[in-house]
């Protein structure tokens, strides 16, 4: 996780305007954002990535990759969202979603989507260095 042991949400996400409206729904929540270009970056990352919700467009994403990546890395949530005028991509995406790799939503429903799963209770942490102190008496 990131610093202060707070929710990242990695964006792939192209269109600037609805990225920056993705973003501050992440920082209402005290979540931290990060972009990828390419989902095989994840790769790199992958240790500070638990327990992360990765939202990506499906228009833009390279599918292949990012199933390949997310099976990879323990702790990633995938979040899809398409246009209302393509109407093959989401049915070549479902395959993904079938294999448990994440979950598809219209654009229209990515926000909604997004914040109820920033509200859902989060496993808990494993306790730092400094958590484990112990005390004498």
Do not use: W
């Not at 042991?5 to 792939?12: E, M, P, S, W």
């Not at 070549?92 to 997004?114: A, D, W």
């Amino acid at each position: 996780m990131g610093p202060n042991n707070r929710r990242v949400i990695v964006l792939g996400i192209t269109d600037l305007f609805f990225r920056a409206k993705i973003e501050q729904i992440a920082r209402i929540s005290g979540s931290i954002c990060e972009s990828i270009d390419d989902p095989l970056d994840l790769k790199s990352k992958s240790a500070a990535l638990q327990d992360c919700i990765v939202v990506y467009d499906l228009e833009k994403t390279n599918l292949e990759g990012l199933s390949l990546v997310s099976r990879e890395i323990r702790g990633v949530r995938l979040l899809g969202f398409y246009p209302h005028r393509n109407k093959e991509l989401p049915e070549r995406s479902r395959s993904m979603v079938r294999s448990g790799v994440g979950e598809i939503v219209p654009r229209s429903g990515l926000e909604k989507r997004l914040v109820a799963l920033l509200n859902q209770k989060r496993p808990p942490s494993k306790p730092s260095v400094t958590d484990q102190r112990s005390t004498r008496l």
